[in-house]
Nanobody
Framework: QVQLEESGGGLVQAGGSLRLSCAGYRRTFSSSSMAWFRQAVGKEREFVAVSRSGGSTDVADSVKGRFWVSRDNAKNTVYLQMNNLNAEDTAIYYC?????????????????WGQGTQVTVSS
């Protein structure tokens, strides 16, 4: 049973920063792509960032230059550093693991999910 657990969410003022962490995937973590998605109220789940098994990373255009994804294979943990947050970043942020194929930006492409962590940005 794979249980992903996100942490680091919370309430922050606009312009502030948060760092999310996701741990719990221990099945060959270093060779697994790990991704972050988010879902705001009334909106579909959207891609935020991915750390691929080969070492490359990618972030959504909407957060480029503000968000960075990184990983620590020794700790089986993936991080999402979020800077200069704004109200549009308010959402539940989900960690996803075990890429199954297709676009790495598509939430259907991942087998395991965490419960999510709430990020609220006050303006």
């Amino acid at each position: 049973q794979v249980q992903l657990e996100e942490s680091g969410g919370g309430l922050v003022q606009a312009g502030g920063s948060l760092r999310l962490s996701c741990a719990g995937y221990r099945r060959t973590f270093s060779s697994s792509s790990m991704a972050w998605f988010r879902q705001a109220v009334g909106k579909e789940r959207e891609f935020v960032a991915v750390s691929r098994s080969g070492g490359s990373t990618d972030v959504a255009d909407s957060v480029k230059g503000r968000f960075w994804v990184s990983r620590d294979n020794a700790k089986n943990t993936v991080y999402l550093q979020m800077n200069n947050l704004n109200a549009e970043d308010t959402a539940i942020y989900y960690c996803a693991a075990e890429y199954t194929g297709g676009s790495s930006h598509n939430w259907h492409s991942y087998r395991y999910w965490g419960q999510g962590t709430q990020v609220t940005v006050s303006s």
